[in-house]
């Protein structure tokens, strides 16, 4: 989504016989939503960079958990961005006829693909840290302390 650009050229008059031009540009950079969920994602993978490479050295206990917890502020960030870009992709492609908002899919086809693609990316890396986030509860849960029926 960081690189996505498309341009557009349409005629928007006709002077005499001469038509005249103007060009269109749809970048990730011109929605707030598209920067945020960019920064939503750049922000998620450096931090599971470093903790891919620092966490072999980390100690169990206290630094675990803090470490599960900051995973799921992160897996927040990454749903709070795939959502907000989600609505946004929505917007583009049917447009809001109570607000006269006409669609721009139409016109920008291969930003729209490029853009819904990285959404659904997202929206996998969201499950994914859904799942890790389980896995590293259950694994961090203290054993033995089995309390049935509510006593």
């Known amino acids: 989504m960081g690189l996505n650009k498309q341009s557009y050229t349409a005629v928007v008059a006709i002077v005499g016989t001469k038509p ?6 749809a ?57 907000t870009a989600a609505s946004m ?11 006269h908002w006409n669609p721009v899919c139409n016109k920008f086809g291969s930003f729209c693909t490029r853009g819904g693609v990285s959404i659904v ?6 499950a994914l840290m859904l799942a890790m986030n389980l896995l590293s509860a259950a694994a961090n849960a203290p054993r033995g302390t089995v309390v049935a029926g509510g006593q």
């Open 20 to 25: 005249l031009t103007q060009t269109f540009t």
């Open 121 to 126: 990316s997202s929206f996998v890396g969201v």
């Open 89 to 99: 992709a929505e917007l583009g492609k049917n447009g809001n006829l109570h607000a």
């Open 27 to 83: 970048q990730f950079k011109d929605t707030p939503v598209f920067v945020y969920f960019v920064v939503a994602n750049a922000i998620a993978s450096l931090y599971n960079l470093v903790v891919v490479l620092v966490m072999r050295r980390l100690v169990q206990g206290r630094v675990q958990r803090l470490v599960h917890m900051i995973d799921m502020v992160i897996m927040v960030l990454l749903a709070t961005g795939a959502t």
